[in-house]
């Protein structure tokens, strides 16, 4: 058996400030009964750093000391995602939403484009995002694109940068959307070089509101499927930062159990065919 399952069981007590400062420093909201989830997390991360008590650890995640911090919000975060996701939505995007706001752009001799898929995590969400604009937009060598994703966990964004994928995360691609952008690399998919070329990704925390202020100039904003791991507080935050970060007109695509109605009232509901979205 290994040291992390005999590990001794963690009092509430003492996970209710580590819990306090994961949520203050990422969003990240825990409640008691979710508690054996940062039990482990943590456990893992004191055999990591020798600590011999909870109270050791947590002294060593206030003061630093190796990124403590940040390698624990490594390991609460959840990664889930992948190409395609939500259809329906993306449809919403390309089919509508895009041809709105290009339209609007092209009339003023304006072909920049600027997309933020904020907590992009592995990077699928991005990749789809090329993909769909070169295949929905018919001048599309005429427009400047510059596709951001941005993500707290450095490991993912590592892996979002080598751009190669297994069956899992291509299942819901259009076998002409993967032939036409992805290549085999050893039985794995790989995105091509005219998509991944589009794509920049930096580390940023969406709790923090000097990062959030430097993101500017963006005509359609993605946080989809990581508010819903926030508090209604963090969510507004966010929310209200993405909004900063757009320009005038541009849109923001949630996650579908995801919603702006509470959060801002500075966004206009817009109803698309197969979903919703929100406009500035
Ligand atoms: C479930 S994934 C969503 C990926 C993609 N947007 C999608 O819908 O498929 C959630 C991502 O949010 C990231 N995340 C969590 N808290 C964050 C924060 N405070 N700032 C930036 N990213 C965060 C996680 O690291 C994770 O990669």
């Known amino acids: 058996m290994s040291m992390f399952a005999s590990s001794p069981p963690i009092e509430i007590s003492e996970l209710v400030p580590i819990r306090d400062l994961i949520l203050e420093q990422t969003g990240m909201f825990f409640e008691e009964k979710k508690f054996y989830f940062i039990e482990k997390r943590v456990q893992k991360r004191m055999q990591a750093t020798n600590s011999t008590s909870v109270r050791e650890y947590y002294r060593l995640l206030k003061l630093g000391g190796g990124d403590e911090i940040g390698q624990l919000i490594e390991e609460l975060t959840t990664n889930e995602t992948y190409f395609y996701r939500n259809i329906p939505q993306l449809q919403s995007f390309a089919e509508e939403a895009l041809q709105l706001l290009v339209e609007e752009k092209r009339k003023a001799g304006d072909y920049r484009l600027r997309i933020w898929s904020a907590a992009c995590s592995s990077g699928e969400e991005p990749y789809t995002l090329v993909m769909l604009i070169k295949e929905?937009?018919?001048?599309?060598?005429?427009?400047?694109?510059?596709?951001?994703?941005?993500?707290?966990?450095?490991?993912?964004?590592?892996?979002?940068?080598?751009?190669?994928?297994?069956?899992?995360?291509?299942?819901?691609?259009?076998?002409?959307?993967?032939?036409?952008?992805?290549?085999?690399?050893?039985?794995?998919?790989?995105?091509?070089?005219?998509?991944t070329n589009l794509v920049q990704f930096h580390h940023l925390n969406l709790m923090d509101r000097y990062a959030m202020r430097r993101m500017q100039g963006f005509d359609f904003a993605f946080c989809r499927n990581v508010l819903i791991y926030f508090d209604e507080d963090s969510r507004k935050k966010v929310v209200n930062?993405?909004?900063?970060?757009?320009?005038?007109?541009?849109?923001?695509?949630?996650?579908?159990s995801e919603s702006v109605g509470k959060l801002s009232g500075a966004f206009k509901l817009v109803k698309f065919q197969k979903s919703l979205s929100y406009r500035k």
């Open 136 to 195: 929905h937009l018919h001048d599309f060598a005429r427009w400047k694109l510059e596709v951001v994703g941005t993500d707290i966990d450095t490991k993912i964004i590592a892996k979002a940068q080598m751009a190669t994928y297994d069956e899992r995360s291509v299942k819901d691609v259009p076998p002409v959307v993967l032939n036409k952008y992805f290549e085999n690399q050893g039985g794995r998919h790989r995105v091509r070089p005219e998509v």
């Open 241 to 256: 930062g993405i909004y900063d970060a757009l320009n005038p007109g541009g849109f923001i695509f949630l996650g579908h």
